[in-house]
C-alpha cells in the first residue's frame, strides 16, 4: 500500500479516492488547471475522483496536510481486548462454554474509544 503522505507528486489514472477523505492536497488535471494557485489547498473531498465510471482530470497530485489521526477503537471482555465486537462475542462465548453455569456469558463487553488531544 502506498504512503501518499510523504509530500511527493503522485500521478492518477482515476479510480477510488486514494487518500483520506480529511486531508489536503494540490493537484494537476489534464487542462493544466491546477490546485497550486496562490489559495489554500483543498480538501481530497472536495475533488472529483471518480464519477458515473469516469476518472477524473486529475493526473497528479500530492497531500499537502494529512487528515487528522481518527481514534481507535477495540472492544474488550474483561481485560481481555479484541479488535471487533463480533471477536469480543465470540471469546466471551468460548469462556462460557468453557465455565457452564458461572454466568460468564452475561458479563458485559466494553466498547472504548481513544481520545485524541
Given at each position: 500500500?502506498?504512503?501518499y503522505n510523504d509530500g511527493?507528486?503522485?500521478?492518477?489514472?482515476?479510480?477510488?479516492?486514494p487518500v483520506d477523505l480529511g486531508c489536503f492536497v494540490e493537484f494537476q488535471t489534464i487542462g493544466g488547471v491546477d490546485g497550486r494557485a496562490d489559495h489554500d489547498p483543498w480538501a481530497a473531498s472536495d475533488l472529483s475522483w471518480f464519477h458515473d465510471g469516469e476518472a477524473s482530470d486529475v493526473i497528479a497530485f500530492r497531500v499537502t496536510k494529512p487528515a487528522p489521526p481518527k481514534p481507535r477503537e477495540c472492544w474488550s471482555y474483561g481485560a481481555?481486548?479484541?479488535?471487533?465486537e463480533v471477536e469480543a462475542i465470540e471469546f466471551r462465548q468460548r469462556v462460557a462454554d468453557a465455565h457452564p453455569g458461572k454466568g460468564y456469558e452475561?458479563?458485559?463487553?466494553?466498547?472504548?474509544?481513544?481520545?485524541?488531544p
Amino acid at each position: 500500500m502506498t504512503d501518499y503522505n510523504d509530500g511527493k507528486w503522485h500521478g492518477w489514472n482515476g479510480g477510488e479516492c486514494p487518500v483520506d477523505l480529511g486531508c489536503f492536497v494540490e493537484f494537476q488535471t489534464i487542462g493544466g488547471v491546477d490546485g497550486r494557485a496562490d489559495h489554500d489547498p483543498w480538501a481530497a473531498s472536495d475533488l472529483s475522483w471518480f464519477h458515473d465510471g469516469e476518472a477524473s482530470d486529475v493526473i497528479a497530485f500530492r497531500v499537502t496536510k494529512p487528515a487528522p489521526p481518527k481514534p481507535r477503537e477495540c472492544w474488550s471482555y474483561g481485560a481481555h481486548i479484541h479488535h471487533t465486537e463480533v471477536e469480543a462475542i465470540e471469546f466471551r462465548q468460548r469462556v462460557a462454554d468453557a465455565h457452564p453455569g458461572k454466568g460468564y456469558e452475561l458479563s458485559p463487553i466494553t466498547k472504548w474509544i481513544e481520545v485524541l488531544p
